[in-house]
C-alpha cells in the first residue's frame, strides 16, 4: 500500500505541474487581433442585420415569428464565434 501511495503522490505532484505549465502558457498567449476585430465586426454586421431587417423586411411576421429570427441569427453568429474563438484556444 505504500508504494501505491507513493506513486499517487508523484502522480499527482507531476499532473499539477503540467497543469500549471499549461496555465501559464495560456495566460501568456495573447489573443490575435484578427480573431478581436473578426469578433468585433461580426457583432456589429448582426446587429445591422436584425435593425435592418426587422424595420424593411419583416412586415408581414408576427411578433413570435420576429422573435425566432433574432434568436436563430444570434445562435448563427454565436456558433460562427465559439468556432472562431475554440480554434485559437485549442492550440
Known amino acids: 500500500m505504500l508504494g501505491y501511495r ?4 508523484k502522480l499527482g505532484a507531476e499532473i499539477e505541474n503540467v497543469r500549471k505549465s499549461r496555465m501559464v502558457a ?5 489573443p490575435p ?9 461580426i457583432g456589429v454586421c448582426w446587429l ?17 415569428q420576429k ?5 436563430a441569427s444570434g445562435a448563427i453568429v454565436a456558433g460562427i464565434i465559439s468556432v472562431m474563438w475554440v480554434k485559437w484556444a485549442l492550440k
Open 33 to 41: 487581433f484578427s480573431r478581436i476585430a473578426g469578433t468585433i465586426i
Open 67 to 71: 422573435i425566432a429570427i433574432f434568436i
Open 6 to 9: 507513493c506513486e499517487g503522490k
Open 26 to 30: 495560456m495566460n501568456s498567449q495573447q
Open 48 to 64: 445591422a442585420f436584425i435593425v435592418l431587417y426587422l424595420a424593411f423586411f419583416a412586415g408581414n411576421f408576427n411578433f413570435w
